[in-house]
């Protein structure tokens, strides 16, 4: 299987949220880790992240030409959520019946870690799911501006709970 991993941002000037962290580290911290532990699986992966940038919009346009142009089955895009302060928990925005399959299984994962379930949801309107062919998938992996969700958030962990997702995927 031929996993893409988008580590959300980290291309200024497409830069993450702020919040207690930076998502832009977080996004990395996890991206990483699930890279590893895919390819030390057996699993071929395709850091999606490009190096550099002209604006947001050339950020996401090289990540779907590189899901693309790799060929990969399917494509993750990690990233950290924040709103006020207030807000908590997991969701996870999909691109098609077969990727919101593979969402809820994520999502399961995370949840078990402790995250609240906010739900698989469409993402259509996102421009890495509406652009992508193949089953795609953004992970919000909580708020990154929410004192329980940082104090609850452990990278190993959730790098773990979406590889394992993303393994138990494929045999659907």
Same mark, same amino acid.
């Given at each position: 299987?031929?996993?893409?991993?988008?580590?959300?941002?980290?291309?200024?000037?497409?830069?993450?949220?702020?919040?207690?962290?930076?998502?832009?580290?977080?996004?990395?911290?996890?991206?990483?880790? /699930?890279?590893?532990?895919?390819?030390?699986?057996?699993?071929?992966? /395709?850091?999606?992240?490009?190096?550099?940038?002209?604006?947001? &919009?050339?950020?996401?346009?090289?990540?779907?030409?590189?899901?693309?142009?790799?060929? /990969?089955?399917?494509?993750?895009?990690?990233?950290?959520?924040?709103?006020?302060?207030?807000?908590?928990?997991?969701?996870?925005?999909?691109?098609?019946?077969?990727?919101?399959?593979?969402?809820?299984?994520?999502?399961?994962?995370? /949840? &078990?870690?402790?995250?609240?379930?906010?739900?698989?949801?469409?993402?259509?309107?996102?421009?890495?799911?509406?652009?992508?062919?193949?089953?795609?998938?953004?992970?919000?992996?909580?708020?990154?501006?929410?004192?329980?969700?940082?104090?609850?958030?452990?990278?190993?962990?959730?790098?773990?709970?979406?590889?394992?997702?993303?393994?138990?995927?494929?045999?659907?």
């Amino acid at each position: 299987m031929k996993f893409g991993i988008d580590m959300g941002h980290n291309c200024p000037p497409d830069i993450g949220v702020t919040g207690i962290r930076q998502e832009d580290d977080l996004t990395r911290e996890v991206g990483t880790l /699930v890279m590893e532990k895919l390819s030390l699986l057996g699993h071929q992966v /395709v850091n999606c992240t490009p190096s550099s940038a002209s604006s947001v &919009g050339d950020s996401l346009r090289q990540r779907v030409e590189m899901a693309t142009s790799q060929e /990969v089955d399917i494509l993750a895009s990690v990233h950290f959520n924040a709103f006020n302060g207030q807000a908590k928990g997991s969701e996870i925005f999909a691109n098609s019946d077969l990727a919101k399959t593979i969402a809820n299984i994520v999502l399961k994962n995370i /949840v &078990g870690l402790g995250f609240i379930n906010r739900g698989v949801k469409n993402g259509s309107h996102l421009y890495i799911l509406k652009k992508t062919k193949m089953p795609s998938i953004l992970i919000e992996c909580c708020f990154c501006d929410s004192k329980s969700d940082v104090e609850l958030y452990n990278s190993s962990t959730m790098a773990e709970a979406i590889a394992k997702g993303l393994l138990e995927s494929i045999s659907i």
